[in-house]
């Protein structure tokens, strides 16, 4: 399965739920590093100040619910 790296980000002043999706690449992290680094300079140029970067490895809508449900039935 090809893995998707997602950079998000929130803007200062706003709540960390308040996350937004900066950018989205699929396949390896290190052929998009150095586009995430300057992505993140750039948004931190406008306005964002707190990121987490996730990475998903191709698990369908069912598969990611299905464990987010398991995991609270514990």
Known sequence: MEKEFV???VRK???DWQEEVIIA???EFETYK??????K???EENGFNRFRLA???GETAEEVKNAFVKALNI
């Open 55 to 57: 990475e998903y490895g």
């Open 41 to 43: 300079k750039w948004a």
């Open 34 to 39: 150095i586009l995430f680094e300057n992505v």
């Open 7 to 9: 950079l998000y980000g």
């Open 13 to 15: 002043g706003n709540p």
């Open 25 to 27: 690449r699929k396949g």
